[in-house]
């Protein structure tokens, strides 16, 4: 069974950018449900599907496929809910791990969120001086969230 354990994070200073390995421009839309999120991306010129359990916390389920790039454009224009979530992941490697930092733009300009991926959820992994607050329980954060709720629309009715 794939598992996602995870942690997310704010950002208190722009540090990160120096130790950034690599990036990549990502494009993502919402096909719905309610139990799960069915995830289409489109980035890298490569697409796949990903199916997520709607959970809050740390570990999730997770599927992911690959997916002809074509039949990922007609998902996101056809059958997307909401706007699709775009955005720039930086790649930067600590330790054992690599945080996976969205930039985001669109509607969701000014977030950017820090993520890093564990193989247990009490595993330890080095907090560089950058990582602020932890929004892993606040959902959100969370890009199906994004999706219906945009960053700009935040402190709105």
């Known amino acids: 069974m794939a598992i996602e354990i995870e942690r997310k994070f704010l950002l208190k200073n722009e540090n990160w950018r120096k130790q950034t390995r690599r990036s990549e421009y990502l494009a993502q839309g919402?096909?719905?449900g309610t139990r799960c999120s069915v995830r289409v991306r489109i980035g890298a010129g490569r697409a796949w599907l990903n199916i997520k359990s709607m959970a809050m916390g740390t570990t999730r389920l997770e599927f992911e496929y690959p997916i002809p790039q074509e039949d990922a454009q007609?998902?996101?224009?056809?059958?997307?809910?909401?706007?699709?979530?775009?955005?720039?992941?930086?790649?930067?490697?600590?330790?054992?791990?690599?945080?996976?930092?969205?930039?985001?733009?669109g509607d969701n300009a000014g977030l950017i969120v820090a993520e890093v991926e564990l193989g247990a959820a009490d595993e330890?992994?080095?907090?560089?001086?950058?990582?602020?607050?932890?929004?892993?329980?606040d959902a959100r954060y969370y890009n199906a969230k994004l999706a219906k709720h945009p960053y700009c629309h935040w402190g709105k009715a």
């Open 30 to 32: 919402y096909l719905g």
């Open 74 to 105: 007609i998902l996101l224009r056809e059958l997307a809910d909401g706007p699709v979530v775009s955005k720039t992941r930086h790649f930067v490697e600590l330790g054992d791990h690599v945080f996976e930092i969205d930039e985001f733009d």
């Open 124 to 137: 330890s992994f080095q907090i560089p001086d950058w990582l602020g607050a932890e929004v892993t329980d």
